[in-house]
Structures are given as structure tokens and as C-alpha cells.
DNA sequence: TCGATAAGTGGTTAAGTATACAGTATGTTC
DNA sequence: GAACATACTGTATACTTAACCACTTATCGA
């Protein structure tokens, strides 16, 4: 699937690697475009994106310097695993679950805008099965595990029971949380002791339901751990 | 010269080394404020420079995530005692990554008796590849969100940095903390205040390391969430 | 000759970020 | 008890940076 690098995406690479020994951190757009005579940081930045095509490095978006060396890790001189990865027959899973970042207020979650990519695990690996992966925003479920960037396993239901992690859309805004229901009466917990609960009437305000949270995975495709 | 950090400057100090061994660059002054719990980014800010006037960092003036680290060392190998396991390599199995449980002491974490089951995600899915799934018991990690029951990705290696979440070999137990190293001394802390962190000596006690955490993954194959 | 990819220029905009200023509160030191 | 450092909250501003759009030039294979 990645193509070697051209000899100017490997100058940029070789500068990035450089910068990030010398410095601690890596190079802005236009830092870059200043070290290899570019008059537009537009230049280092489509260099990048076909860097992260090509499986060198990872972005962080909306992050100053957000650039990642995959092998952040030390490198092993030796590697005693002998894998020796050939990443040559590593093909793009086909399908595989869809993952969900932003998702636009009043238009509906799985439209093909919001597919960051795709996940390649089975949707029968959760019970119930799973329909897509939600970028979760926040810390309003800390205390369950469920971080900021982590993708929650969704199964898309409407029917919901009391105590459950429901994605829900209140007022246009999607939203995670732990279903309560008495009567018309719904409350939806946070798990965290900074965000109070949410009292909805629905009589008087309208709730959708999108689904129940069936897993959580955190730090694929780097994303970090801890 | 310089007087000793205060303990409030020294968490910041950890949350810098913490951050740049995890993610590759420092953080901003409003990432340090979110992580220790300051409303405002100013409070950052002045421990910043407090750090800077007792000689602990170096920050670059009107540069995003401009904080330097005097000793610049990115990459620690642990171990002096050569552990050399002998390499029980399961291969790679076209049924995914397999899924460790219980680990008898004394013997390989990748011993064909200790595999659950396998867990179809390919290795690449995580950065570095993952080798292995532990499944985690206790919850010392809680705090970044790593319960009892979930299964943590492990890279298999023995070159860790300071501030990756480890996969430990102490006294024939397994165990899964924060990596943290000062010369002979190493510290193992858990994410949660009722765990105390674990101090070894690297010249009186042993301690191999198995790999680092890439990843975690809840909620497959029946496991509750929530 | 067409289409795709690489490698740029040039400019815009919104978000991310550093940093200044004005306060409050609590210690420690001389 | 005044002087000073630590440890913050809160607000504001200007610079830094990522990310987008429109357009140009050149190369390569079908």
C-alpha cells in the first residue's frame, strides 16, 4: 500500500527527524517551507499530508507541531521478534467499522462527511454488534474509562434501558451519556463528578436516541495511550 | 545555584517529560493548566518560568510548545540484567492478536497456554504494532482509563522512555504502570491515588520489562461496558 | 493527448498559543 | 509587620500555526 518516498518528501522527513533531535519538538509548515527554500508553508503542509499517505509520519490535526514519527518507539537495533515488518501485502481493510469524529449539528451521524476512516474489526466483535466508532469529546465519562479521543463502539438503536451508555442528541449536539428514565422524566448521568446530570421532560423537549455504547478502543492509529 | 522544585513545580515538570516521552513535542501552556487543573493558562505560564529560572527547562520565546529539556536524552534502555527470554513466539495468527489472561509466574507471557482466545484487529492497527492483548486485572490504572477486565495492547519490547505505560516483570508477578527512570532507580507508578508507586533498584532487585502499552480495547466478546 | 501525481506560488481564515496585566490568598523571612 | 515568593483566577491581546482555496508547471504512463 505505501510507496516509497519521493526524494523531496524524504528531505522533508529527514528534516522533520532532524528537527525533532535537535529541538525536542517538531517543525511547524512554515518552518519547514523556510528550510527547504519554500515561498509557501502550503508546500511543506501537502508534503506532509503525503508523508501520512505514505505511512511516515502521523498528524495530529488542529495541534501546532502535531507531527508523530510512527516509530517513536526505540528503535531496535536488533529486532528480536524478527518481524521485520514487509509492509508490503498490509492492504487497507475494504470495510471494517466507520469512525465518526465531528459530527455537524442537524445533519445525521453517519453521513459520509464525518467518516474519518475506517477501523478494520468485524461489527460482530461487540454484542450487540457494532455500527460505528464515535470519536468521544470530552471527559464527562472519565470515571468509566472513557476518555477524551477515544472511539466508542456504537450499536444504533432506539430502544434503550435504564442504566445504559446511550449516544443521544440533545438540541442538535450528540452526546454521551448514561440513560435514566421515569416516565416522561429522563436524566442522563454524567460519569464524572465535574458535569452535573441532565434533566430532560419530554413533553417539552425532544431527545433522539442514536444508540447504546457497546466498547470503547483507544490508541489506534495513534491516538496515545495514557 | 538553583533551589530545589517545589512539588507543585516538580508536577509540572513530570507533566512536560511525561508529555514529550508520550506524544513526541511539550505541552502548551493550556494542555499543563487542563492536565493539573488550573482555570487559567496564566497559572502554567508562571510555573513555566519558575522552571526556567531554576535552570529545569528552557522555553523559546514567542514559539508554540517551545519548552526544552536541558538533558537531552530521548531514549532509555532499561535493563542491565539481559533478561534474553527465550523468545516463545507465537506467530502471528491469521486469527489476529492474541489475548492473554492469566500469566503462571514464571513462565513467558507468550506461552500457547495462556492465550484466551484471538482478537481480530491486525497487529498495524496500533503504533507501534501491537504483539499481544493483556487482559488487565485491578485497577491501579484507572485514572487514564484502563479498568479491570479491559485488554491493553502490548508492543513487545524492552527499551522503554520515561512516561510510557509499561508491561512490568516484578518478583514473577506481571504488572501494568508508568515507566519512570533516574539512573539505578526506577519507579513504577500506577494511575490511581490509592495505589503507592513502586520504587526499584535496578542493582538489588530485577526487573524485566515486556513491552509497552499501544492501545486498549473494552466491550468485545461480552464484556460489559459501564 | 489525456489524466494522474508531484511540486510548487500566493493568499485567506480560524483556531491554537504565548504572554501581558490586574487581582486574591497564603505562606516565609528578616 | 513589611517585603517577598508561591500559587493561583480571570481577562485580553497579538502572534503562531494549521488548514483551506485557487491556480501554475512539470513529469510520467496509458
Known amino acids: ?5 519521493t526524494a523531496r518528501q524524504q528531505h522533508v522527513f529527514d528534516f522533520i527527524v532532524k528537527t525533532m533531535g535537535e529541538f ?3 517543525p511547524t509548515r512554515a518552518e519547514i517551507a523556510k528550510a527547504l527554500g519554500f515561498r509557501s508553508p502550503n508546500a511543506a503542509e501537502e508534503h506532509l499530508r503525503a508523508l501520512e499517505r505514505k505511512g511516515a509520519i502521523r498528524i495530529i490535526r488542529n495541534t501546532s507541531r502535531g507531527i508523530r514519527l510512527p516509530n517513536q518507539e526505540p528503535q531496535e537495533l536488533v529486532d528480536s521478534t524478527a518481524s521485520a515488518l514487509p509492509a508490503a501485502n498490509i492492504e487497507a481493510s475494504p470495510a471494517g467499522l466507520p469512525v465518526i469524529g465531528e459530527v455537524a449539528a442537524g445533519s445525521p451521524i453517519l453521513a459520509a462527511e464525518h467518516i474519518d476512516r475506517y477501523c478494520p474489526l468485524p461489527a460482530e466483535y461487540f454484542t450487540p454488534k457494532a455500527d460505528y466508532l464515535l470519536r468521544v469529546r470530552g471527559l464527562s465519562m472519565k470515571d468509566i474509562g472513557i476518555l477524551e479521543g477515544d472511539l466508542l463502539a456504537v ?9 445504559q451508555i446511550v449516544v443521544a442528541r440533545l438540541d442538535d449536539e ?4 448514561r440513560f435514566k428514565r421515569q416516565g416522561h422524566q429522563v436524566t442522563l448521568f454524567a460519569e464524572n463528578a465535574d458535569f452535573a446530570p441532565i434533566e430532560i421532560d ?3 423537549q425532544s431527545l433522539d436516541i442514536e444508540g447504546v455504547g457497546v466498547g470503547v478502543i483507544r490508541g489506534g492509529n495513534g491516538q496515545a495511550l495514557g
Open 155 to 163: 450499536h444504533r438503536t432506539e430502544r434503550v434501558r435504564d442504566g
Open 24 to 26: 525536542g519538538y517538531p
Open 202 to 204: 419530554l413533553r417539552s
Open 1 to 5: 500500500m505505501s510507496r516509497p518516498l
Open 174 to 177: 450528540v452526546t454521551v451519556k
